[in-house]
Each structure stands twice: as C-alpha cells, then as structure tokens.
C-alpha cells in the first residue's frame, strides 16, 4: 500500500464512528496484561484510540492501581464518539507522529488496530520521547480465528478488502514480524519485538458480523455497488452455515499482541 491509499484507507473511518463503535470487538484483558507486564508504571497512552475500544480495557486493567490512561485520536468523528461513550476518559486530538505530551510523560503508548497507520519514521521518535525508560510499546490486533472451518470459508469469501492480510492469525503474525518498529529514536533505543496471541470470542448474529466487517477500511473505501456486493457474498454464506445462519453465535478470535521495551 502506498502512501496515498494508505492515508485513504486510514481516514475512512470517522465516516462510520457510531458502527464502529457498535460493532467492533475489545481487546481481551490478558492480551493488555502481557501488554503491559514490562511496564516500569501505571501511566499509559491509548495512542490512535478510536471510538475507546482499547481505552475502556485499559481503563478497567488499570482501576485497582490506580492508574492513568491518556486517549490521543486524530479522527474528530472518532474522538467525539470516544467521548460520547467513555465520559470520564482523558482524550485529546493528536496523532501517532505528533503527541500532545510531555518527554516521558508515560509508562507505555499501546495501539489497538491502529499502529500499521503509522508513519514510524516521524512516529518512531515521537512515541520514544513520550515513554519513559523502561517503557513498553505495544500494538494489540483483533483477528478472526481462521483455523475453524466456517472462519477460513469466510475469510475466502469476503476477499481480502474485507478479512484483510492483519485479519487473520497467519497473516497476523507475517505482516507485524516484518512491521517497521522504532530501532532507533533520539535519544531513545528499542528492544527486540515479541509476539503472543489471546483467545477470545464475540458474540454476533449475521446482520451484526456483517456490520463488522462494513466497518474495515478496505469495506469503507469501496464504490458502493462493490461495498454492497461483497457484503451480499457475506450475508449468503452466513445464511449458508449451520454454525451461523440462525441466531447468536460465537465468533472465534485472537487478541494478537506486538510489543517493544524502550531500554
């Protein structure tokens, strides 16, 4: 991807705030307890926060030590939706490759599906100067489970604009071993990456694993009869699947989780 369709793909979602919201899952709460284990403090960044998804666990993780989570989101569709949801939250506008706060004002900067927006030359130094030393960075994916049958059918039925290469735990794990991770950053140095996955599931229905998925960039940058196509190739085979095509089911997915130790 370039870097115009990139900033295409990446800006595409304020338009769908409010189904973003709805639908889209959190993260599971062990995923962001590994996340977080190296840690040195309490202080943590939501960096390209969205509508809170992360933030809301982060925010439940932290409570019982008294922590402090910061939400930075570019998007201001996104980060009205963040505040509309999340009250009490701290959230500011502000993006990856300029942070609005101090030099190592935090303990650790995650990203909940947002770090492949980054552009990690300018966001590289930007995160090492807002962590403090011994900080962590760490990028959480939500990804479908696609070593279960009906997952993989749907995953080839969607194509890969809307069960994307980060969408599943293969795929996942190829895009963010070769993902550009700050080595270096005045005056900060990186350790090396490491990568673990988290089972969790969400509950859906067919109309609501559908809006999902019309919440992706790749779904969201569409001309509409290719949009409305492809989400009728979706809905027919969730029609088409005992496991889905009545009532609630369990979608099976991982929380995969990349992170880094500022040394």
Known sequence: MDQDERLLHA???????????????GYARA???WALEPAPGPRVLDLGAGTGKLTATLTATLAALGGEVIAVEPDPEMLAELRRSLPDARALP????????PDASVDAV??????????MAVAGPEIARVLAPGGVLAGLWNVMDD???????????GGSAAVGPRDTPAGWRAETAGMHLPKTGAPARFGSP??????QGQRRT???LVAT???RAGVLVMPEQEREATLGRIRAFLASRPETARGEFTLPMRTGVLRVRRL
């Open 94 to 101: 502000g993006g990856a490759e300029a942070i609005p706060l």
């Open 213 to 215: 998925i019309a919440t």
């Open 31 to 33: 995923a962001v307890r």
């Open 206 to 208: 067919a109309d609501s």
């Open 194 to 199: 490491e990568q673990a996955e988290f089972p």
């Open 11 to 25: 800006s595409s979602f304020g338009a769908a705030a409010a189904s973003y919201a709805e639908h889209r899952p």
């Open 110 to 119: 995650l990203a909940g599906n947002a770090m492949h927006w980054f552009d």
């Open 147 to 157: 070593e279960v049958e009906w997952v993989a059918g749907l995953a080839r039925v």
